[in-house]
């Protein structure tokens, strides 16, 4: 398969943890006879920096006639610490899902056996994780209309919501449901927003289409410490914007790791894929960023055409370099020496010897990696 891949890598770590999905994607190509084409183009700080336009509109119209993106991160603290600023980052990812038609944000969250000692959480607590959100992303409160008084002391932001825009993904999250545990929980705010009401009732009226797919309701707070307390308990959820970024971000830490979480947001035409971790602009150029986030996605970005073999691999090599303690310092102490770049090349070794791992993990730790 022939695929063309715009790579969005963005600021702060986002072009060292690109740079290793891009290395592993590079040895599946190889590996299943498949060509991958890269194409780089600017977006977030970055993109300002250059073109005083968080999305330029070269990089929209690459993203238009390419099959996939691939995203790393942005945000600069220039930016992000100066809320008087008119041009900011993520106007350019909201402008970007929005121009695309990216509506469904899904984010697996899975609970990692070598890894439930590295999470703040209780090991019988997170035991058996195995979540996947599907977070509503371009209507709500983030793309509403927004005022603030003359006088700077008042300020609102709407929220709004139509039935067409609920249907449309929740369809999706009862697919994936039906492949997964048969079970789909609403999260909303139904006893006090009028949005949440419509969310409740036009997916329980959509759920009859469904009927062997269990639905639930929580209210997002109730969500929120249930995803602390039992989070083995959710298959699939199905959220709006806003509760959909504080909820997966909040389940991050079941995995021990913001730097494990991938992401997939797709519409009816376009797909892109992205960790869902920041730019961490203290960590940049220092080679320390966990790029399995970023790899992971690559992987949805296999799955999002059917290279479901190809995807596996991938999957199997995390696996393995999470077994092996092949990890970034967030988790890993004891060996201090493996690096961003090493972690890709791994894994990207893996891929090409899956029976050889013990000698390339020494291979990593003496600094002698097979991959170039």
């Known amino acids: 398969m022939k695929l063309n891949i715009a790579v969005l890598s963005g600021d702060g770590i986002g072009p060292e943890v690109t740079a290793q999905a891009v290395k592993v994607l590079k040895a599946i190509a190889v590996e299943f006879d498949h060509r991958f084409v890269f194409k780089n183009a600017a977006v977030g700080a970055t993109a300002i920096d250059q073109f005083n336009d968080p999305l330029p509109e070269k990089t929209l119209d690459l993203c238009k006639?390419?099959?996939?993106?691939?995203?790393?991160?942005?945000?600069?603290?220039?930016?992000?610490?100066?809320?008087?600023?008119?041009?900011?980052?993520?106007?350019?990812?909201?402008?970007l899902r929005k121009e695309l038609g990216l509506y469904a944000n899904v984010r697996p969250v899975k609970a990692y056996?070598?890894?439930?000692?590295?999470?703040p959480l209780k090991r019988d607590i997170i035991a058996g994780t195995d979540i996947s959100i599907y977070r509503e992303l371009t209507?709500?409160?983030?793309?509403?209309?927004?005022h603030l008084s003359e006088d700077g002391n008042h300020a609102s932001d709407l929220c709004a919501y139509s039935r067409e825009e609920i249907e449309r993904i929740a369809h999706q999250?009862?697919?994936?449901?039906?492949?997964?545990r048969n079970k789909v929980t609403l999260v909303d705010k139904a006893n006090v927003l009028e949005t949440s009401r419509l969310w409740r009732r036009v997916v329980t009226e959509l759920a009859t289409q469904y009927p062997d797919v269990?639905?639930?309701f929580?209210?997002?707070?109730?969500?929120?410490?249930?995803?602390?307390l039992n989070p083995s308990q959710f298959d699939v959820i199905l959220t709006e914007n806003l509760f959909g970024d504080v909820i997966s971000d909040e389940a991050s830490v079941i995995g021990g790791s913001i730097g494990l979480l991938a992401s997939a947001s797709v519409g009816d035409k376009y797909a892109m894929f992205e960790p869902i971790h920041g730019s961490y602009p203290e960590g940049a150029g220092k080679n320390i960023a966990n790029p399995i986030a970023s790899i992971l996605s690559a992987a949805m970005l296999l799955e999002h055409f059917?290279?479901?073999?190809?995807?596996?691999?991938?999957?199997?090599?995390?696996?393995?370099?999470?077994?092996?303690g092949i990890t970034t310092p967030d988790l890993n102490d004891n060996y201090n020496n493996i690096t961003t770049s090493k972690v890709g090349d791994f894994i990207a070794d893996f891929i090409a010897h899956p029976y050889d791992t013990?000698?390339?993990?020494?291979?990593?730790h003496l600094g002698q990696s097979t991959i170039i």
């Open 65 to 95: 006639s390419t099959d996939a993106i691939l995203f790393g991160a942005i945000g600069h603290p220039k930016y992000d610490y100066d809320p008087t600023a008119k041009v900011r980052p993520e106007q350019g990812l909201l402008k």
């Open 139 to 146: 209507g709500g409160i983030y793309f509403g209309e927004k």
């Open 173 to 180: 999250a009862f697919k994936a449901a039906q492949s997964r």
């Open 306 to 324: 059917d290279l479901h073999n190809e995807a596996e691999l991938i999957k199997m090599a995390v696996d393995r370099s999470l077994e092996l």
């Open 358 to 364: 013990n000698a390339n993990f020494n291979n990593i």
């Open 214 to 216: 269990q639905l639930d």
């Open 113 to 119: 056996e070598a890894l439930l000692e590295k999470s």
């Open 218 to 228: 929580l209210f997002v707070d109730n969500a929120a410490m249930q995803m602390i």
